[in-house]
């Protein structure tokens, strides 16, 4: 079993749809983050927690929100999705102190 | 702001080696490191380095120098399982991990 799990793998939407992609891990890490990729810009940092009751923005939060229901889980919504939220979404983890992130397998998001 | 540059592609034959570019620009830097990243698949950990100088793990090695925010993945003896992306990442002080847009690698027999 993966340690860092996201739910769905693969979703396709439309335009205007409320939509949550879940993450929950294993590992006892207390930080978790959620990044999106896109061909020729890389990974993008949407949102970041160090615990349970506490929330940042990074660099591309406008459109999204997230929750952090517990300390193994962290879900990212979006509340009106548009197409150019179409991308390749990953939520990762880690330990904190600059040490490595571990990240779940990814959800390919496709908004129509 | 930050900024972090890579080449976007790179090829390279089998037996050979392939040094990969990293340059940035960064506040609060806290250690650079590198991710490998095959098509469609997650990020996986290859190296860290937060002092200067190379770290040599198998095939693979980094080296940093952060006077000159710099650093390079050297891959030794390629394999085609080598064909990939290979992100480079700085660590902030803040806790955050910015990624470079990631060098895509093909090796070829």
């Known amino acids: 079993d993966a340690d860092v799990t996201q739910t769905p793998r693969n979703r396709i939407t439309k335009t205007g749809k409320r939509i949550m992609l879940e993450c929950s891990q294993t590992?006892?890490?207390?930080?978790m983050y959620w990044y999106r990729q896109d061909p020729g810009l890389g990974l993008r940092l949407i949102y970041y927690?160090?615990?349970?009751?506490?929330?940042n923005k990074g660099e591309i939060s406008d459109g999204y929100s997230v929750s952090r229901q517990a300390q193994a889980k962290f879900s990212l919504s979006l509340e009106s999705a548009i197409p150019n939220q179409t991308a390749l979404y990953f939520c990762?983890?880690?330990?904190?102190?600059?040490?490595?992130?571990?990240f779940g397998q990814g959800t390919r998001l496709t908004v129509v | 702001g930050q900024n972090i540059d890579q080449p976007t592609e790179m090829t390279a034959t089998e037996g050979a080696i392939v040094q990969i570019n990293c340059t940035y620009q960064?506040?609060?830097?806290?250690?650079l490191f590198w991710y490998q990243q095959h098509a469609g698949e997650a990020p996986t950990f290859l190296s860290y380095?937060?002092?200067?100088g190379l770290e040599e793990k198998g095939r693979f090695s980094s080296f940093l120098s952060r006077s000159k925010g710099y650093s390079y993945l050297l891959l030794k003896e390629l394999q085609m399982k080598d064909s990939a992306s290979y992100l480079c990442?700085?660590?902030?002080?803040?806790?955050?991990?910015?990624f470079g847009t990631g060098t895509r690698l093909q090796v070829f027999p």
């Open positions: 990762a983890t880690s330990t904190g102190d600059n040490t490595e992130a571990f």
């Open positions: 927690s160090f615990d349970v009751k506490d929330i």
């Open positions: 590992k006892g890490h207390d930080r």
């Open positions: 990442a700085v660590g902030l002080n803040t806790d955050k991990l910015i």
């Open positions: 960064t506040s609060g830097f806290n250690g």
């Open positions: 380095n937060v002092l200067d």
